[in-house]
């Protein structure tokens, strides 16, 4: 069985093995991912004269006759038509979607915009004052209905494009001495604000090479915001600038909150330091804790964030007067600092509590005054006891010379007493007790001389 007409548009192919034919078909399904029906050479024929179409002849495969168009619904001759013609379906999607399924409206959609676009083809090129430039027409609408379509196919020519030029196919015929390169895009329709946007990625990826993106929209464009795309630049629209502007406020808040944080851990680190080089601890570990953790959180947090609103503030200086007070920070984005600023403070108190050693307070030493103040006492001085003569024994001697001895000597220590005690106004505690424990020992050594008597 030989190939005898295959047709890529109906995605069908027509085989010959001897006198019968034979219909061949993909059907994308896993189960029976190709049909093979036996048609008579008639219908071979009249298909391949153009008489009918392969949708047709697929219908005739399947019942056997042909289906008359009288038998056609409205809708069913407009879906018929478009499959056969799949650039009518761009002049209007959105009434064109309703006659088929999702994927079927895709497919017949890419078709319609390969077919216009050419993604694989080189529009024009030449030499434009010393640069040489590449000219990419879209005549392709921008419907919501076929904006993902249109968006994929135009990425893919612009794509092919940039290869081009890096590959440097255009240097056998026009040489390589260009100032710079440019791709030159006119569209026939206004681009959406998806299109925009798409547009202002590309100019940034070839901002850093000798490509430049030129864009030229048509004159009658009702949207005058969308003018400002002229050549060799990419400003965004207006829904851009405002989300462009709200990123900023964004940006400006948080780096303004990081930076209280960046402050907060300089003071701490300040304040502790102080505190060990005045009580003569080592303070050197300290700082080495600090270039660990607040160094490391100043640079990946808070210097990332002022680089990038300074390079925003260098493109649109008037926003630096921006009021950051009615702005939200998204919460991932503002809880990216809140581990890394609590861990910091706790390896600084940590690292303090393991090098913190009070200075210890040495005894006063008392001045030549105070010395000179101290009072003097007698070592020699005994005070009389109040409670002596009770605790004194009594002698049971009855000789009058032991009786007077007795009482001249107790009336003697008595005077001596009395006078020492004039003398020196200072009472020290014990001395009574000490005096009686003497004066008693007297006693008892008299009264035993006595009795041996």
């Known amino acids: 069985m030989k190939s005898i007409y295959t047709s890529q548009k109906d995605m069908l192919e027509i085989c010959q093995d001897g006198d ?70 761009l002049k209007n999607p959105e009434n064109s979607r309703c006659l088929f399924t999702a994927e079927e409206f895709r497919q017949i959609v890419t078709q319609a915009i390969v077919s216009e676009l050419e993604p694989s083809e080189l529009n024009a090129i030449g030499i434009v004052d010393s640069h040489l430039e590449l000219l990419l027409v879209d005549p392709v609408g921008w419907e919501e209905e076929i904006e993902a379509v249109h968006l994929e196919i135009l990425q893919e020519k612009i794509n092919n494009y940039i290869h081009f030029l890096e590959s440097k196919q255009y240097v056998e015929r026009y040489g390589d001495k260009f100032d710079k390169k440019v791709i030159h895009i006119t569209f026939q329709y ?101 270039m660990a953790t607040v160094v490391p959180f100043n640079q990946f947090f808070l210097v990332p964030l002022w680089q990038e609103k300074k390079a925003i503030e260098e493109v649109h200086p008037e926003w630096k007067a921006l009021s950051t007070s009615v702005v939200k920070v998204p919460s991932d984005e503002s809880d990216k600092k809140i581990f890394p600023f609590i861990a910091s ?61 007795s009482s001249t000597e107790e009336s003697t220590p008595s005077q001596t007493s009395s006078k020492e005690s004039q003398n020196y106004p200072y009472h020290i505690s014990g001395m009574e007790l000490r005096g009686s424990l003497i004066k008693h020992l007297k006693i008892s050594m008299r009264n035993g001389r006595m009795n041996k008597i």
């Open 20 to 89: 019968k034919y034979f219909l061949r078909y993909p059907t994308f399904n896993i189960t029976m991912p190709e049909v093979v029906q036996e048609i008579p050479k008639e219908a071979a024929d009249s298909y391949m004269s153009g008489e009918h179409t392969g949708k047709e002849l697929m219908n005739y495969a399947d019942y056997g006759f042909w289906k008359s168009k009288k038998q056609y619904t409205q809708d069913e001759s407009d879906k018929l038509f478009i499959e056969d013609h799949p650039s009518f379906i």
């Open 190 to 290: 206004s681009p959406s604000d998806n299109g925009l946007a798409f547009l202002a990625a590309v100019q940034k990826v070839l901002q850093n090479s000798d490509m430049s993106l030129k864009v030229e929209l048509p004159d009658d464009d009702i949207f005058s915001d969308k003018e400002n795309i002229s050549e060799d630049s990419n400003h965004p629209n207006q829904d851009q600038e405002k989300l462009s502007k709200e990123r900023y406020l964004q940006i400006k808040k948080e780096y303004k909150m990081r930076l209280v944080l960046v402050i907060v851990l300089f003071v701490l680190l300040s304040i502790l330091s102080i505190v060990l080089i005045v009580n003569s601890n080592r303070f050197i570990p300290l700082g080495a804790t600090a």
């Open 345 to 405: 403070v706790l390896a600084l108190f940590f690292t303090f509590s393991m090098l913190y050693r009070p200075v210890k307070e040495n005894p006063k030493i008392p001045t030549i005054e105070e010395i000179k103040n101290i009072p003097k006492i007698d070592s020699n001085y005994i005070p009389k006891s109040k409670k002596s003569s009770n605790s004194e024994p009594t002698s049971t001697t009855t000789t009058s010379d032991l009786n007077e001895t």
